[in-house]
């Protein structure tokens, strides 16, 4: 361990603002304003204590100095709280996006796919609406990465996932469930709607031409639609059964939509 960074060795006077941060944190914005206010009160309370004392112990004086030490004490220990909860607010925001965003693609996480996918499982059974989920998996990556490197396969995935993004609907949720894996959900949505979408994701990122150094990458993608059926109960038999149709999907040749076997056939459209 580098023994600068021990906290016997820091600046005080950080380690006490350090300190601050953490104690406003724990105790919590109600409570934190309740030690402010009684802080105050009884700092300027002691002071025009004082005061009063020096002054030869009269009350209007007491009086005074206290709202004196309440008007000059309170804005600017004020302006000092109401950043910190600020600054607190922010750094949890940024915490929380952090916690559910994928950093190579800055598309959502798998896990907030999975805390999604579950209440819109949830929603789509209660209410008898449509759910609808596209798996999406790039072809021949490992072949982008030997040939052009591992650099380049990270630069063509975000834009592969930009290109996702930029065909998707406000209410979709795209997230990249691991390599070079990315899953879309679309509540609202029946098969037809899922297939039609995925084709024109398939085609967005067919059109993607991405410079690296002195040549052109491109890309191409397979993808697996499934639908919610009323005997689904879990995220993971939705899951199960795109996965099934984007193995179709590569297996037919790659580069193409692949609706859930028997869904696509029941239904009557091409998959
Ligand atoms: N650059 C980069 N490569 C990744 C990442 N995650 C996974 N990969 C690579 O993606 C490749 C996936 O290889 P395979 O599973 O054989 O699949 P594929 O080559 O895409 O072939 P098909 O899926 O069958 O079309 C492997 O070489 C992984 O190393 C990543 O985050 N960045």
Same mark, same amino acid.
């Given at each position: 361990?580098?023994?600068?960074?021990s906290p016997?060795?820091?600046?005080?006077?950080?380690?006490?603002?350090?300190?601050?941060r953490?104690?406003?944190?724990e105790?919590?914005?109600?409570?934190?304003?309740l030690?402010?206010?009684?802080?105050v009160?009884?700092?300027?309370?002691?002071?025009?204590?004082?005061i009063?004392?020096?002054?030869?112990?009269? $009350?209007?004086?007491?009086l005074?100095?206290?709202?004196v030490?309440?008007?000059?004490?309170?804005?600017?220990?004020g302006?000092v $709280?109401? %950043?910190?909860l600020y600054?607190?607010?922010?750094?949890r925001?940024?915490?929380? =996006?952090?916690?559910?965003?994928?950093?190579?693609?800055?598309?959502?996480?798998?896990?907030?796919?999975?805390? $999604?996918?579950?209440?819109?499982?949830?929603?789509?059974?209660?209410?008898?609406?449509?759910?609808?989920?596209?798996l999406i998996?790039?072809?021949?990556? %490992?072949? $982008?990465?030997?040939?052009?490197?591992? =650099?380049?396969?990270?630069?063509?995935?975000?834009?592969?996932?930009?290109?996702?993004?930029?065909?998707l609907r406000?209410?979709?949720?795209?997230?990249?469930?691991?390599?070079?894996?990315l899953?879309?959900?679309?509540? =609202?949505t029946?098969l037809a709607?899922a297939?039609?979408?995925?084709?024109?994701?398939? =085609?967005?990122v067919?059109r993607?031409?991405?410079?690296?150094?002195?040549e052109?990458?491109?890309?191409?993608?397979?993808?697996?639609?499934?639908?919610?059926?009323?005997?689904?109960?879990?995220?993971?038999?939705?899951?199960?059964e795109?996965?099934v149709?984007?193995?179709?999907a %590569?297996?037919?040749?790659?580069?193409?939509?692949?609706?859930?076997?028997?869904?696509t056939a029941?239904?009557?459209?091409a998959?």
């Amino acid at each position: 361990m580098d023994a600068d960074a021990s906290p016997s060795r820091r600046d005080p006077n950080a380690l006490r603002w350090e300190a601050l941060r953490a104690w406003v944190l724990e105790a919590g914005l109600a409570r934190a304003n309740l030690f402010y206010t009684c802080g105050v009160l009884a700092a300027s309370m002691s002071i025009s204590g004082a005061i009063t004392w020096l002054a030869g112990r009269s $009350v209007a004086t007491a009086l005074a100095a206290t709202a004196v030490c309440v008007l000059s004490v309170a804005p600017l220990t004020g302006y000092v $709280v109401l %950043k910190l909860l600020y600054e607190l607010e922010r750094s949890r925001q940024t915490i929380r =996006q952090l916690a559910i965003t994928d950093e190579l693609t800055g598309s959502f996480n798998r896990r907030h796919f999975r805390e $999604v996918g579950e209440v819109e499982l949830l929603r789509a059974r209660r209410y008898g609406t449509p759910l609808a989920l596209i798996l999406i998996d790039a072809d021949h990556f %490992k072949r $982008v990465n030997d040939t052009h490197g591992h =650099q380049c396969g990270d630069v063509l995935l975000r834009e592969i996932s930009l290109a996702c993004r930029a065909t998707l609907r406000s209410t979709d949720l795209l997230a990249r469930l691991g390599g070079e894996e990315l899953a879309v959900l679309l509540p =609202q949505t029946d098969l037809a709607g899922a297939l039609a979408m995925a084709e024109r994701i398939r =085609q967005e990122v067919a059109r993607l031409a991405l410079a690296w150094r002195d040549e052109t990458v491109e890309a191409t993608i397979s993808l697996g639609v499934a639908a919610l059926r009323p005997e689904m109960t879990s995220l993971d038999a939705l899951l199960h059964e795109a996965d099934v149709a984007l193995y179709d999907a %590569k297996r037919s040749g790659r580069n193409r939509v692949c609706g859930a076997r028997w869904q696509t056939a029941a239904a009557g459209v091409a998959g």
